[in-house]
């Protein structure tokens, strides 16, 4: 069974710094493509960046220069290093793997329909 399990999430002031975590098992992590989502309060659940399998990356343009994505396969972890971070920032963080139509096969990756499997979530909150 594939599992996600986000981690690192917190209360930060504003123009401060995070990093989520994403530990992921039950399936070879190298051939998924991953991604973070977060839904803030009264919005929809938006991406916020993507890692195809080759390193490839994709960003939300509110979040560009600002945060980065990153993995490491030998550990099976995705991360979300988070700096400069704005109250409209504050929003549940969720972990998303294998999106198999994005790319070359005309799925949008911000579109959270297109990923397969989902962490439970962790609450970032940032205030001003």
């Known amino acids: 069974e594939v599992q996600l399990v986000e981690s690192g999430g917190g209360s930060v002031q504003a123009g401060g710094s995070l990093r989520l975590s994403c530990g992921a098992s039950?399936?070879?992590?190298?051939?998924?493509?991953m991604a973070w989502f977060r839904q803030g309060p009264g919005k929809e659940r938006e991406g916020v960046a993507a890692?195809?399998?080759?390193?490839?990356?994709n960003y939300a343009d509110s979040v560009k220069g600002r945060f980065t994505i990153s993995k490491d396969n030998a550990k099976g972890t995705l991360y979300l290093q988070m700096n400069s971070l704005k109250p409209d920032d504050t929003a549940m963080y969720y972990c998303?793997?294998?999106?198999?139509?994005?790319?070359?096969?005309?799925?949008?990756?911000?579109?959270?329909?297109?990923?397969?499997?989902w962490g439970q979530g962790t609450q970032v909150t940032v205030s001003s």
């Open positions: 890692i195809a399998r080759d390193g490839n990356t």
């Open positions: 998303a793997a294998d999106a198999p139509r994005v790319g070359r096969f005309g799925g949008s990756w911000d579109n959270q329909y297109e990923w397969t499997y």
């Open positions: 039950g399936y070879t992590f190298s051939g998924y493509s």
